[in-house]
């Protein structure tokens, strides 16, 4: 006789299944947002309700897409935008990475160096702007350090973190071994600290293209920025529309390349969201 015949107040549990979910059906969910805000653009549009000295509609800004693409203008401003975003964001990696490194293994190094790192990390990056252009110029070189200091932090605290969660006991182990402090950093810490690492890379990836936006109104006469600023002085909505488009459409690249790699380097990890 079962629990709940004896007890009829019981209700007999049931298992939660997880059905495994389509590539596809995960692809058109993740496409209805922006598809809906599309529609509505359109429809704002097409009513009148949003004219173009406001904002361009989808049609035009297509069209500017067409023309911008087809003139040349598009492609060399993304090649410039994307080298400088691309130049600062190794910059900031490989100088987070390391004094990450520096601070989250040893004594010494975090006594030196984390609290003047951390009271830098608070200083917002666009505040120096105006000493950057006077210590650099309006050059090229300041707006690729400017994106390298905002990519650097977010680095930086990721990567102390998770190289102070790794199990010391490993790390004693490993020692006892003879390995030395090269390898154990190369063999065991960084592998154990990789999620932290790659929350660390989401956050700096996208923090370029903020940054980018930044260094662009440094006296650009080339990129994105310059494209935005040229529009911007004939009422350009549709130009304009494209510029911040292509922003945002770096941004969800970055995330989406950071995605990929959790899936390379960590696939024994659930994807977020499958649970439920």
């Known amino acids: 006789m079962s629990d709940t015949t004896l007890h009829p107040g019981l209700v007999r ?14 692809v058109t969910v993740r496409a209805l947002g922006p598809l809906a805000l599309l529609a509505l ?6 009513t009148g309700l949003l004219t173009p000295d406001v ?15 087809g003139n040349g203008q598009l492609s060399d401003a993304l090649t410039t935008s994307l080298t400088r975003s691309g130049l600062g964001l190794l910059i900031g990696l490989a100088a987070g990475l390391t004094l990450g490194i520096t601070t989250g293994f040893t004594r ?10 951390q009271t830098l990390r608070t200083i917002p990056f666009l505040s120096l702007v105006p000493l950057f252009m006077v210590w650099f110029g309006i050059n090229e070189t300041a707006k690729i350090l400017l994106i390298a200091v905002a990519t650097t932090f ?30 154990l950093v190369r063999e065991v810490v960084l592998p154990g600290a990789l999620p932290s ?42 130009i304009l529309a494209v510029c911040i488009l292509v922003y945002g459409l770096l941004g969800l690249t970055a995330d989406i390349v950071v995605r990929l790699l959790e899936r ?4 024994w990890r659930t994807p977020q969201g499958a649970a439920r």
């Open 13 to 26: 549990p049931r298992p939660q299944r997880l059905g495994a979910r389509s590539r596809t059906y995960s």
């Open 41 to 46: 653009w359109w429809a704002a549009a097409a």
């Open 55 to 69: 904002l361009a509609s989808p049609a035009e800004v297509l069209c500017a897409v067409g023309e911008l693409w």
């Open 108 to 117: 010494l190094g975090d006594e030196l160096l984390d609290s003047s790192l």
């Open 154 to 183: 977010p680095m930086y605290v990721s990567t102390s973190s998770g190289v102070r969660n790794t199990d010391p006991k490993l790390i004693e182990a490993m020692r006892s071994f003879g390995m030395g402090r090269l390898a």
């Open 197 to 238: 690492l790659l929350a660390g890379l989401r956050l700096s990836m996208t923090l370029s293209v903020i940054a980018l936006i930044a260094a662009e109104e440094i006296n650009a006469t080339a990129g994105i920025g310059y494209l935005m600023s040229q529009a911007q002085s004939y009422a350009r909505t549709d």
């Open 264 to 267: 390379v380097l960590m696939p």
